[in-house]
């Protein structure tokens, strides 16, 4: 596939990426690696042992694991919705940042079901899921849906980077063979005629345009799991909204954590800009804010209608000795610092989005525990058994290693294929965006804003 002077220079930027790793990268690996070894021995206890080892009893069957489920599968659709959304739109910033926002969708497609089976206690019967799951089942809705998300993903991410992988097969790293081999096969003779292109890009639009649906549809089933139930706290006609929303929020954080990440890590100034975290941050500000509303809305109506067992749960929610400190973090510091920060151009800098970004991701992990546990431990039937184990939940060293270790496979894949494939599409960059240019703009736009303001001021001054 032949390429001009521009890409080529791209290219040999991006190579050390694949080719070599630094020491602080070994140390890292070296360190994940350890924390995915420590959260197998947990799962070991916990299949000899039982779920006796976790704080799950008879009253709080679910805990971490859920929470987890549902903070890693609301992530991944964020991806989906991000790079399918800036696609289809052609949103020209949208280069370096694109195969990120996909990367997070797949790993966290494949991380999320994972804590499902943890939450099973007969592992050897999963497969009855599948062979006598009953469709009238919203988890068989659950499966259905997540399977046909995981596979859509991955394929829009494939293609996303067929054009890559014929680029790398052309210009071989330097080493092992079999990853020559590997470039080779997955860029099915791809060699940019003008009709592989135009294919190419009727498929990738055609993916962008199914898996947007899809990723709504998958978070609105998961959240009619809990919807559907009878339980104080989860029967809500809103619950699938608020999780779509509560998802793309999350999801929009830990992508403007990868971009910091990767751009510190590879030098990626001159690619991912200020300009890109600035416009995620817009839309973390209006996510936020929608957030914020059905938060409102969902604990007002509960409120307000003041079922006995709805109030159960609130007074949890609310008391200083549960949960109050929890909620106050979930529903007002998640919420208003991110808004804050990024609303108010003197707080506005690339370290503080990341950081209120940050904020916002572990906030949202803490709502999804929230709408777990206190519901969970206000049954509708009163609770005979006053052991504390059995009132309160209070998760075991377990579930804290395995909740660890799934974080750290999180980083772990996402280390892995940033060592397979460039982080950031190569083709794409020299082909849709001059950077440079984009910030000499802003940079006139900022300078112009500075003159009106200083005529402002000074009614008299002529205009230069």
């Excluded at 949208?94 to 999320?112: D, K, L, N, Y």
């Excluded at 997540?146 to 991410?157: M, R, V």
């Excluded at 377990?398 to 460039?422: C, D, N, R, Y």
């Amino acid at each position: 596939m032949k390429i001009d002077s521009k890409t080529q220079r791209t290219l040999n930027k991006f190579i050390p990426q694949l080719d070599s790793m630094s020491r602080q990268g070994i140390v890292f690996l070296v360190i994940l690696i350890i924390v995915f070894l420590a959260g197998l021995y947990a799962l070991w206890v916990q299949l000899t042992e039982g779920h006796i080892v976790t704080g799950m009893r008879d009253t709080v069957v679910w805990g971490l694991y859920i929470a987890n489920f549902i903070f890693f599968i609301g992530i991944s659709y964020a991806g989906a919705l991000i790079s399918g959304i800036l696609h289809l739109l052609r949103v020209p910033w949208r280069s370096p940042i694109i195969r990120m926002a996909e990367i997070i969708t797949v790993v966290s497609t494949i991380i999320g079901p994972t804590y499902i089976l943890l939450c099973m206690g007969r592992l050897d019967r999963v497969q009855n899921l599948l062979l006598f799951g009953r469709i009238q089942s919203p988890i068989t809705w659950d499966v259905i849906a997540i399977t046909t998300y995981l596979s859509g993903s991955i394929i829009f991410l494939y293609l996303a980077t067929i054009r890559d992988f014929a680029l790398l097969r052309d210009n071989p790293v330097k080493v092992a063979r079999w990853r020559n081999w590997l470039y080779k096969v997955l860029s099915v003779g791809y060699n940019e005629t003008p009709k592989q292109k135009e294919l190419l890009g009727r498929a990738t639009d055609l993916l962008s345009i199914i898996i947007i649906p899809l990723a709504i549809l998958v978070h609105s089933v998961l959240a009619w799991i809990f919807g559907m139930t009878l339980r104080p706290g989860w029967h809500s006609t809103i619950f699938a909204p608020y999780f779509v929303v509560a998802a793309v929020y999350s999801g929009t954080g830990v992508l403007i954590l990868v971009m910091w990440v990767f751009r510190k890590v590879y030098k990626l100034e001159a690619y991912i800009t200020k300009i890109h975290f600035n416009y995620l941050g817009y839309i973390l500000i209006i996510l936020g804010a929608l957030y914020g509303y059905f938060t409102f809305s969902e604990y007002l109506t509960s409120w307000y209608g003041s079922v006995k067992w709805d109030m159960e749960v609130l007074h949890r929610l609310f008391d200083p000795a549960d949960y109050w400190w929890w909620f106050f973090f979930a529903a007002y510091i998640g919420v208003l610092l991110p808004i804050i920060v990024v609303g108010v151009p003197r707080f506005r800098n690339i370290n503080s989005i990341a950081f209120a970004s940050l904020i916002a991701v572990i906030a949202l992990w803490v709502k999804r525990y929230l709408i777990i546990i206190p519901t969970l431990e206000a049954p509708l039937l009163p609770n005979h058994d006053l052991r504390p184990e059995f009132v309160n939940y209070s998760a075991t060293w377990v579930e804290w290693v395995l909740t660890v270790a799934g974080i750290g496979m999180f980083f772990l894949l996402f280390f892995l294929i940033s060592k397979f494939i460039p982080i950031i599409p190569v083709m794409k960059i020299t082909e849709e965006k001059d950077y440079n240019s984009l910030r000499k703009k802003v940079q006139e736009r900022k300078l112009m804003r500075m003159m009106k303001q200083v005529r402002n001021d000074n009614p008299g001054t002529e205009k230069t």
